[in-house]
């Protein structure tokens, strides 16, 4: 299938970057931490958008763009796991996952 | 309109939709499903640009693992039907503000900027390539930077269970 000739790059890129900014304004917006979580799983996913649309117009002979985006998701994977680690842990010592009410670093 | 590009425009569509109403849905639970409708319509991206092995790691690591994560934290830290207060106005504003202004920053500087393709002949996206690259440790070989990451997910395996865990006092 040639996707070239079909769906330029300027469309992932734009894509892209929305997604990004979405995820954002989520994390700007939002007071709780699992959806701020949530909006920085966008944005890592928008990068991923963006390596893997370069690695497939601009770099076909390589692959590099495709372990990149890999390697993000297995960083996305822990970081997932040690931020609910975390806010469960918030969770049992303030009774809260608001971030408006979690300003002690001493409990 | 052709096929392909049917397709992207429904699933860019799709992700556009879901991930703006992901981020204002006021029922949390509701926004983890919308996340994980974005994260299904990338994973189809990922199957267009011929990327079989990241669609299905997508649909494995992020729809099987990362989003039933944050779906156990939503119920282990929120009533099933507890409404998130709504953001207030200011932020949205200055939300907006900011997502505007940077989409517009960098979608401008990018459409601007001459792209070019790499002449060499394309090389296939099957599983026997990226197995070899993948355990390679010569030129384009992705040994180094595999082990590392294993070493990182074991440790923040790790770590999280240690931070997770009930303290005995």
């Not at chain 1, 920085?40 to 390596?51: C, G």
């Not at chain 1, 993000?72 to 609910?84: C, D, G, L, P, Q």
Request: proline share 2%; aromatic share 10%.
């Amino acid at each position: 299938m040639n996707l070239q000739a079909e769906i330029p790059l300027d469309y992932m890129i734009v894509l892209g970057t929305i997604v990004f900014f979405v995820g954002l304004m989520g994390v700007l917006i939002r007071r709780n931490l699992i959806t701020m979580l949530m909006g920085i799983e966008l944005m890592l996913n928008a990068v991923n958008i963006n390596f893997v649309a370069f690695n497939h117009y601009l770099f076909p002979n390589r692959l590099e763009g495709h372990f990149f985006a890999l390697i993000v998701m297995a960083i996305a994977a822990a970081e997932a796991a040690i931020a609910i680690a975390l806010i469960i842990n918030i969770y049992r010592q303030f009774n809260t996952v608001s971030v408006d009410d979690v300003d002690e670093l001493k409990y | 309109m052709t096929g392909p590009k049917i397709i992207f425009f429904i699933l860019a569509t799709a992700i556009v939709v879901f991930s703006i109403l992901s981020i204002f849905s006021r029922r949390i639970l509701r926004a983890a499903i919308y996340l994980l409708f974005v994260l299904v319509a990338l994973a189809g991206l990922y199957y267009m640009m011929n990327f079989q092995f990241l669609a299905a790691v997508q649909l494995m690591l992020y729809a099987g693992g990362i989003v039933v994560l944050i779906i156990f934290s939503i119920l282990l830290t929120s009533q099933i039907d507890s409404k998130l207060e709504a953001p207030k106005g200011s932020h949205i504003l200055s939300g907006a503000i900011t997502a505007m202004a940077g989409i517009g920053l960098a979608v401008t500087t990018l459409l601007n900027f001459k792209f070019n393709t790499s002449p060499e002949a394309a090389i296939g996206t099957d599983m026997r390539t990226i197995g070899r690259q993948l355990m390679d440790t010569g030129a384009h070989g992705y040994a180094l930077p595999f082990e590392v990451i294993s070493i990182l997910l074991l440790a923040a395996l790790v770590g999280s269970i240690y931070i997770a865990r009930k303290s005995r006092t």
